[in-house]
């Protein structure tokens, strides 16, 4: 629940657990000049990847850079409540035509990070047209921000496809998913990520205990 999943982003051992994960994404930045890492979840729930996105998010954006959020998250994701930003147009709309890029970012109510909401439409025409046009997107993202976190929820169906629009990719899982896990990271990297890590999450406490598998990172 949204209660949950903010006493866990609140919390200390998310704090450490996001210090470790900030240094994998730095390193890969420094190795590739990577800026947009998608995260995704086998096994988790939409809270996993929401706290573990907009955590991400608010340590760069504390450091002084410029960071956003695209919310990705087909069924759903909890980054609104989290943020205190709004339900309103998003991806969705922005992809149909229905509403352009100044309705469809808000802002984190705590930090410097801004928001693309996945939106309100989750029809599946729509979810077509988000799948194309993902990375035209993402591309403009980039150029207008340093860092972009996409948030993917639990893994789908078309999870891959959105993670190759991004340059490196954190899965997050608990440990009896973890063999799930190294293939699919296995898998990503064989089809030209260019860096990808496992990120073992802990029931109930979601997201308490976040240790990257720096053994399955590619340089």
Not at 20 to 39: D, E, K, M, P
Not at 143 to 151: D, F, G, K, P, T
Request: proline share 3%; aromatic share 2%; glycine share 8%.
């Amino acid at each position: 629940s949204a209660v949950d999943a903010t006493s866990v982003i609140d919390a200390p051992e998310t704090a450490e657990a996001v210090r470790q994960l900030a240094a994998w994404v730095q390193a890969i930045r420094n190795s590739g000049n990577a800026n947009r890492i998608g995260l995704t979840s086998i096994g988790g729930n939409a809270g996993d990847t929401s706290v573990a996105s907009l955590a991400l998010a608010r340590h760069f954006a504390n450091t002084g850079k410029r960071v956003a959020v695209a919310d990705l998250s087909r069924t759903g994701s909890l980054l609104e409540n989290l943020s205190g930003v709004s339900r309103g147009p998003g991806l969705a709309e922005l992809v149909s035509g229905a509403a352009d890029f100044t309705k469809v970012i808000g802002r984190d109510g705590q930090s410097t990070v801004h928001l693309l909401r996945y939106g309100i439409d989750r029809s599946p025409a729509t979810s077509d047209l988000v799948l194309d046009r993902a990375e035209r997107v993402l591309a403009a993202l980039s150029r207008a921000y340093e860092l972009v976190i996409v948030n993917l929820g639990e893994a789908q169906h078309e999870t891959p496809v959105l993670l190759h629009k991004c340059e490196a990719a954190l899965i997050l899982a608990p440990l009896q998913r973890s063999s799930d896990v190294t293939s699919a990271v296995q898998a990503l990297l064989a089809t030209g990520l260019h860096a990808a890590g496992h990120v073992l999450i802990e029931k109930p406490a979601v997201a308490a205990k976040v240790q990257p598998d720096f053994s399955l990172m590619s340089a």
